[in-house]
């Protein structure tokens, strides 16, 4: 049964049609046929999309600023985000490590890496050879960090870490403007 609005009720108008819409899809949907219309390839925009709608969690932690240690041969801790629950999707880790390496005329080794799971798995690992060009002690930049992790679906977070070989520091400056940190990106 149809029912139109007469102003003041709701009233039958007749039958209705029924049924599922049939025949060609338009618009975003074209190419495909109802009752099981399929989106056109390339059709859907990011204009199209909800804000955040491919973004699931975003989670950031700050490296400390005046951070520095003089521990060599091991992995020290520089940050640890907080915990994120996944889906099992692919997610983002940068690390933008903020501060400077200093290194010794003889020059040194120094890591720099990715950590998941409270630093049990490594996400992703750089060397950094360092040499100095003169005979004192020099500063030079720290690398940036950027690869996908697949955790897997769960709880998990992220640690900005690095290892520091003989003859290498890093160090951070006391500046709130150029504060480095560890940011996670899940994409849905």
């Not at 029924?18 to 390339?42: K, R």
């Not at 940068?94 to 040194?108: A, D, R």
């Not at 990715?114 to 360092?130: G, M």
Request: contains cysteine.
């Amino acid at each position: 049964m149809l029912y139109v609005s007469d102003g003041t009720a709701w009233v039958a108008a007749g039958p209705g049609t029924g049924g599922p819409p049939t025949g060609a899809a338009g618009g975003s949907l074209a190419g495909s046929t109802y009752p099981n219309p399929t989106i056109a390839a390339n059709a859907v925009t990011l204009a199209m999309l909800a804000p955040a709608a491919t973004l699931k969690n975003l989670v950031q932690a700050n490296i400390p600023n005046n951070f520095t240690s003089v521990t060599t041969g091991a992995w020290i801790t520089l940050t640890r985000s907080g915990s994120i629950t996944t889906r099992a999707s692919w997610c983002l880790c940068s690390v933008v490590f903020s501060g400077t390496v200093s290194v010794n005329p003889t020059g040194g080794t120094m890591y720099f890496a990715i950590f998941r799971d409270n630093e049990t798995i490594s996400v992703h690992q750089a060397r950094y050879d360092v040499q100095s060009p003169v005979t004192a002690n020099t500063k030079m930049c720290p690398p940036t960090l950027v690869s996908w992790d697949a955790p897997g679906a769960g709880s998990h977070n992220w640690s900005a870490m690095v290892w520091q070989g003989t003859n290498t520091v890093y160090v951070t400056a006391n500046d709130a403007a150029s504060v480095g940190h560890i940011r996670i990106m899940e994409f849905a």
